[in-house]
């Protein structure tokens, strides 16, 4: 049976390829071969070589002008150079204690130093051994942040010499009130002494300068 078929399908065959010989080639049947082999799956390939970096583009083009925009705001009062100067021609203060001089000063924060210089000709006179201290005081009370700002003329001679020397009392005092501020030059005895005869401005100019600033003391 098996061999009739096999012969059956062989002579079918022929036969329907010799018919098709004889007919033009588009009208010859198509035989589908696909179904005949089983198709097996290769293995994956190999990753290629990466290729060349292209070449950098073009610039683009500008982009459109914005808007303008709103004014900026700024906490400013305050900053900047704030200075202030008194001076006297020929001050001749005799004052042996108390206030010399003073000026007044508008200082516009509260977390800002002042700094502060007086100039001027100061003197110490006596038949013994003599010390004056001359020093600043704000709105009447001395500087406490960081010192007091002070400086001290000592004469120790039998004799009365009388020697006007340039003198500079000068510091920074910070924790003061924005505001008005009366800064005064004082004098008085040295701690342990209580004679001398001082003179303050003698025959020359003096000045007071006091400039707000703004700083921080290191410890």
């Not at 097996?40 to 190999?46: E, K």
């Not at 210089?117 to 600043?136: I, P, T």
Request: glycine share 12%.
């Amino acid at each position: 049976m098996l061999l009739e078929v096999c012969l059956l399908w062989t002579l079918c065959t022929g036969v329907t390829i010799a018919a098709t010989n004889d007919q033009p080639e588009a009208e010859r049947p198509k035989f589908d071969v696909s179904n005949m082999y089983p198709v097996v799956a290769g293995p994956p390939g190999t990753s290629g070589i990466p290729g060349i970096p292209g070449n950098p583009g073009m610039p683009g083009r500008d982009g459109f002008k914005g808007d303008k925009g709103d004014p900026g705001t700024c906490d400013c009062a305050g900053r900047g150079r704030n200075i202030k100067q008194c001076s006297w021609k020929e001050l001749n203060n005799g004052v042996d204690s108390g206030r010399i001089a003073g000026c007044t000063f508008n200082k516009n924060r509260d977390d800002s130093t002042l700094m502060v210089l007086f100039n001027g000709a100061m003197r110490v006179k006596s038949g013994a051994a003599a010390c004056k201290r001359w020093f600043f005081t704000f709105n009447g009370a001395e500087c406490a942040d960081p010192m007091t700002i002070e400086a001290m003329v000592y004469m120790d001679t039998e004799l009365s010499i009388n020697i006007h020397r340039a003198g500079t009392v000068q510091g920074l005092c910070a924790g003061i009130q924005r505001g008005v501020v009366d800064v005064a030059l004082w004098v008085e005895d040295c701690e342990g002494y209580s004679n001398g005869d001082s003179a303050t401005g003698w025959n020359s100019v003096s000045r007071l300068i006091i400039e707000e600033i703004e700083t921080s003391f290191n410890p």
